[in-house]
């Protein structure tokens, strides 16, 4: 097992890739702090699930941008299935709007979710992480992390750039302490949409065989799995990426090429 021993919290494991993440981390043997922020169902059925595997998973109701909340969780997780040595960050809100109509409380929604969430968990775990010169840190960013994006979500690509941006720094930063930081880079999964206003006139996301010309647009010719996100997450927590660091690691079919 490729994790075995190990602990992590998955922050966003309520459903699609989060829940799928946090099954096959106590597949690989990990214990699980599986974190949503308010759906309370959900997180219980994906703790019933993954803890068919036999280790330990607690569910945790927590903000990400209720910086408290967040020191809260991460000490209550270390006391319950042990010191954190992996932190998986996947949350995100996706509002549309035309940049020029952006008020600025979508704005710092926006940021506070996608970005300030990652930066109170990372600040949490990494002291932990620190003492022991070991850890793994992956955040989930997107397409639009290195190529922009239009179709009126300018302010959520801008949160994945920044996100990714974090991610180089802390890679960095904290590389000589034995710590990795990467990004794992989806595109075009079929995941079931929360908030489907948000994507109405978003190509990306058109349903009924309609997004067949976007679709053809990627060299593999379909949408990806939350089993493909997940296998690139398991892959970047274990020691199987253990010179990888920095790094954005694309489940995306293609459409990128670096």
Same mark, same amino acid.
């Given at each position: 097992?490729?994790?075995?021993?190990?602990?992590?919290?998955?922050?966003?494991?309520?459903?699609?890739?989060?829940?799928?993440?946090?099954?096959?981390?106590?597949?690989?043997?990990?214990?699980?702090?599986?974190?949503?922020?308010?759906?309370?169902?959900?997180?219980?059925?994906?703790?019933?699930?993954?803890?068919?595997?036999?280790?330990?998973?607690?569910?945790?109701?927590?903000?990400?941008?209720?910086?408290?909340?967040?020191?809260?969780?991460?000490?209550?997780?270390?006391?319950?299935?042990?010191?954190?040595?992996?932190?998986?960050?996947?949350?995100?809100?996706?509002?549309?709007?035309?940049?020029?109509?952006?008020?600025?409380?979508?704005?710092?929604?926006?940021?506070?979710?996608? /970005?300030?969430? #990652?930066?109170? !968990?990372?600040?949490?775990?990494?002291?932990?992480?620190?003492?022991? +010169? @070991?850890?793994?840190?992956?955040?989930?960013?997107?397409?639009?992390?290195?190529?922009?994006?239009?179709?009126?979500?300018?302010?959520?690509?801008?949160?994945?750039?920044?996100?990714?941006?974090?991610?180089?720094?802390?890679?960095?930063?904290?590389?000589?302490?034995?710590?990795?930081?990467?990004?794992?880079?989806?595109?075009?999964?079929?995941?079931?949409?929360?908030?489907?206003?948000?994507?109405?006139?978003?190509?990306?996301?058109?349903?009924?065989?309609?997004?067949?010309?976007?679709?053809?647009?990627?060299?593999?010719?379909?949408?990806?799995?939350?089993?493909? /996100?997940?296998? #690139?997450?398991? !892959?970047?927590?274990?020691?199987?990426?253990?010179?990888?660091?920095? +790094? @954005?690691?694309?489940?995306?079919?293609?459409?990128?090429?670096?």
């Amino acid at each position: 097992m490729k994790l075995k021993g190990k602990n992590a919290i998955v922050v966003g494991a309520g459903r699609n890739a989060g829940r799928e993440i946090t099954i096959a981390m106590a597949r690989e043997g990990a214990n699980i702090a599986a974190i949503a922020r308010q759906n309370q169902e959900e997180i219980d059925e994906t703790i019933r699930l993954a803890g068919e595997h036999g280790t330990t998973c607690v569910p945790y109701l927590c903000d990400a941008t209720d910086r408290a909340a967040v020191i809260k969780t991460v000490k209550q997780a270390s006391k319950e299935i042990g010191p954190i040595d992996i932190l998986t960050y996947g949350v995100g809100v996706r509002p549309g709007s035309p940049f020029v109509d952006i008020p600025p409380e979508m704005w710092r929604q926006v940021f506070a979710t996608n /970005v300030d969430g #990652a930066f109170h !968990f990372s600040q949490a775990v990494l002291p932990k992480m620190v003492e022991r +010169q @070991s850890g793994s840190i992956i955040f989930t960013t997107g397409l639009s992390a290195h190529t922009g994006r239009g179709w009126n979500k300018v302010h959520v690509g801008t949160t994945k750039g920044a996100l990714r941006a974090l991610a180089h720094g802390l890679a960095a930063e904290f590389g000589p302490q034995g710590i990795r930081v990467n990004c794992m880079t989806p595109t075009y999964i079929d995941v079931t949409r929360e908030n489907p206003e948000w994507y109405q006139n978003d190509k990306f996301w058109s349903e009924d065989g309609k997004d067949a010309e976007y679709r053809n647009r990627f060299p593999l010719r379909r949408k990806g799995s939350v089993k493909e /996100v997940a296998d #690139a997450v398991i !892959f970047l927590a274990s020691d199987e990426s253990s010179f990888i660091t920095g +790094q @954005s690691l694309h489940v995306s079919g293609g459409i990128f090429m670096s």
